[in-house]
């Protein structure tokens, strides 16, 4: 005879009891999203989070001076790759800002110090393939540090490794992008 109460077999029993969700989710209000079932150090993942903020930012304003200073025979396609980048840039810049204030954080806009916590950095390039190159290096940063960041949150908050997962495959998009422009430029100029 089977038993009412035994869990095992009935659909969605890996939840816990659901007057203890409910009873839960009551308590400690004012987190907001954070409620117990989050098992990440919150404080930990803004400062990992603000990381991946500070790379965004600096790619933005790499790839926003590339856009103004790219001249040359080839400028314009490129150009206009660039500032693409930029703004996709710039709305996951906003996206990984959102999600520290979820968490209870604050996302760190000081200048002074978003080279030093960026993983990607600000090079100039003195012409189009330098600065292509460049690009291509700091999308290859920031896919390395991106798994790295996705690994970390693991299980533990899943919202967060969600938005890397999502931010990863467009900078896996922009590193080629960039490998097809080089291409598109010749291989004895990209060499
Ligand atoms: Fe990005
Ligand atoms: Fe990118």
């Not at 969700?21 to 803004?46: C, F, N, W």
């Amino acid at each position: 005879m089977p038993d009412i109460h035994d869990k095992t077999d009935k659909p969605g029993s890996f939840l816990s009891d659901i007057k203890e969700l409910r009873r839960r989710a009551r308590q400690h209000m004012e987190r907001g999203a954070i409620t117990e079932s989050y098992k990440a150090d919150p404080q930990k993942v803004s400062e990992v989070l603000n990381e991946a903020l500070a790379t965004e930012i600096v790619c933005v304003l790499r790839y926003k001076r590339h856009y103004f200073m790219a001249v040359g025979i080839n400028a314009q396609a490129v150009a206009e790759e660039f500032l693409q980048h930029a703004n996709e840039e710039q709305g996951h810049a906003d996206q990984i800002a959102m999600r520290i204030t979820q968490i209870g954080g604050e996302p760190d806009f000081n200048p002074a110090i978003l080279t030093q916590r960026s993983h990607a950095e600000y090079v100039e390039g003195n012409n189009l393939i330098e600065m292509i190159k460049e690009d291509l290096v700091a999308e290859r940063i920031a896919i390395e540090s991106y798994s790295e960041i996705i690994r970390f949150l693991g299980e533990n908050d899943i919202t967060s490794r969600r938005l890397m997962e999502s931010i990863l495959a467009v900078e896996e998009e922009h590193a080629n992008d960039l490998v097809d422009l080089l291409a598109t430029m010749g291989p004895s100029k990209s060499g």
